[in-house]
């Protein structure tokens, strides 16, 4: 079982990020993660922003470093940077807006082309506080997923649902191909 920690040390670090369309709860999926905070009015800064969280599996610490594309995907101006050398990403979709789901194929698109050969994504279609709105069945994630090998689950940064459980489902994955590639 994975549990977080507060300490600075740690036996991994790794980088992962987070994509997809704008507005569809980047930003406040990690700092709620990160820092159990949500915004109702997040005005995305332009660059790019990232959070730490040491997470304990077993005996061992693993520091995920997430980054966040701060706006810039508004832009498309996702550099090949952005995704160098992550070894995890939480591809994110927004359940009341069918467009953000229809655009995942380019974001994976984007994500194997210039992502690692590993890399471990989980799809996360979040907002599913907002039940009278949805556009998108959770079927439909749950097909994506598994055509393209992916990890899924519904979260709600708002109420805080499975934000948690995404995350740590991603690291958790991580972890355990770098550790078996360093043994
Ligand atoms: P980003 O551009 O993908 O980083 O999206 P933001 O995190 O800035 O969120 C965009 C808007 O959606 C903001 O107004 C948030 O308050 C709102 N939002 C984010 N997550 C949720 C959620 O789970 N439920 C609801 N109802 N609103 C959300």
């Known amino acids: 079982m994975a549990s977080t920690v507060l300490d600075d040390e740690c036996d991994y670090l790794f980088k992962t990020v987070l994509i997809g369309d704008s507005a569809v709860g980047k930003s406040n999926l990690l700092s709620r993660f990160a820092k159990d905070e949500f915004h109702i009015d997040s005005k995305p800064t332009i660059g790019v922003e990232f959070a730490y969280r040491n997470v304990k599996i077993g005996d061992k610490v693993a520091k995920a470093q997430i980054w966040d594309t701060a706006g ?3 832009f498309r101006a996702i550099t090949s940077s952005y995704y ?8 994110v979709y927004d359940i009341t807006r069918r467009g953000t ?3 995942l194929k380019k974001w994976l698109h984007e994500l194997r082309e210039y992502g690692n050969r590993d890399m ?12 009278d709105s949805r556009e998108v069945d959770v079927e439909d994630g749950q097909s994506l997923a598994q055509q393209e090998n992916l990890c899924f689950m519904e979260t709600s940064a708002k109420e805080n649902l499975n934000v948690e459980d995404a995350f740590l489902q991603m690291i958790t ?11």
């Open 72 to 74: 810039q995907e508004r």
């Open 84 to 91: 160098r050398g992550a070894l995890g990403a939480i591809l």
């Open 101 to 103: 789901f229809e655009n």
């Open 120 to 131: 471990v994504i989980v799809l996360v279609g979040n907002k599913s506080d907002l039940v």
């Open 173 to 183: 994955k991580v972890f355990k191909i770098a550790s078996q590639k360093s043994l």
